[in-house]
Nanobody, 122 residues
C-alpha cells in the first residue's frame, strides 16, 4: 500500500489545519493507521492512531485538540488539528500496519507516507 499525506501549511497559533492521508494499492480498511511527527533534530513521535473499527488513541500533548478519523469508502484518513501551538511545528507522517491497532512506536508500522510540513507561528 502507498500512502500520500497532504494538508500541511503555515498557520498562526490558535489556528486549525486538517491533514489527509490517501491510500492506494491497498484498501484502507485492511490497516490500522497512525500519525507521527518529527521536528528538526528530534525523533519521530507518536501523535495519534485509529483502529480498523474506529477506536482512537492520542498522545497526551494533543489530546483534546486533535481528532483522528478515517473514511474507508474514500480510502483516506484525516487528522483535524485545532488550537495549534508553535510546539506542534513538525513534519507529519501517516503510517499503516496490519497487525496492531493503537501502536505508538514507529517501528510497529510497515508503510509510511512522505510527510507534510506543519508550521505554527507565534
Amino acid at each position: 500500500v502507498q500512502l500520500q499525506a497532504s494538508g500541511g501549511g503555515l498557520v498562526q497559533a490558535g489556528g486549525s489545519l486538517r491533514l489527509s492521508c490517501a491510500t492506494s494499492g491497498g484498501t484502507l480498511s485492511s490497516y490500522a493507521m497512525g500519525w507521527f511527527r518529527q521536528a528538526p533534530g528530534k525523533e519521530r513521535d507518536f501523535v495519534s492512531a485509529i483502529s480498523w473499527f474506529g477506536n482512537t488513541y492520542y498522545a497526551d500533548s494533543v489530546k483534546g485538540r486533535f481528532t483522528i478519523s478515517r473514511d474507508n469508502a474514500k480510502n483516506t484518513m484525516y487528522l483535524q488539528m485545532n488550537s495549534l501551538k508553535p510546539e506542534d511545528t513538525a513534519v507529519y507522517y501517516c503510517a499503516a500496519n496490519d497487525r496492531r491497532a493503537g501502536a505508538r512506536m514507529a517501528y510497529e508500522y510497515d508503510y509510511w507516507g512522505q510527510g507534510t510540513q506543519v508550521t505554527v507561528s507565534s
